[in-house]
């Protein structure tokens, strides 16, 4: 077998390991990865603005309203604009959403982040460089993406 292939193989158990985790957290909690992400920043720093979350998870500030949107339809968030300045609105969890993050299955990465420190620094260093390489051979470097293992339809329809 040629090396392109077998990294090739790599590569599809890695997208196959993110998308079985997906739809296990999409059953058991019904959200997605980055909704639960976004929810998880909103818990450690509450009234926290869309755009503070946009940087924090590193998706579009768009991308992030979108989210929003559907947590507020679905009453897991709150917003607040301020008495003070009518342009900033704060991000609060409701009672529902509290519930959910602390029934929520542990992410993906949560494993990964955790097998990663105890590399040594020039194996973490070597990953860093391989996976940058992988994406930006598959013209993917520019892509919106969060810091989270879990494939879903951020902006799309929902289940």
Partial sequence: MEKYEELLISLRRIIRSIDLHSK???????????QLL???????????????????VNLSQGT?????????????IRRERSQLDRR????????PAV????????????????????LEEWEQNLLLSSFSRVASMMDASDIDAAPLLEISEVIGKEP
């Fill in 99 to 118: 519930d959910l993050l602390h029934k929520a299955p542990k992410p993906l990465q949560d494993h990964f982040i955790e097998r990663f420190k105890h």
């Fill in 64 to 76: 992030v309203t979108t989210i929003l949107d559907r947590l507020e339809s679905r009453a897991l």
């Fill in 38 to 56: 976004v929810l998880q920043v909103i818990e450690k720093q509450d009234g926290v603005t869309a755009k503070d979350i946009a940087d924090k």
């Fill in 24 to 34: 296990r957290l999409n059953k058991e909690s019904g959200m997605t990865g980055p």
């Fill in 88 to 95: 900033r609105v704060s991000l609060h969890l409701t009672e």
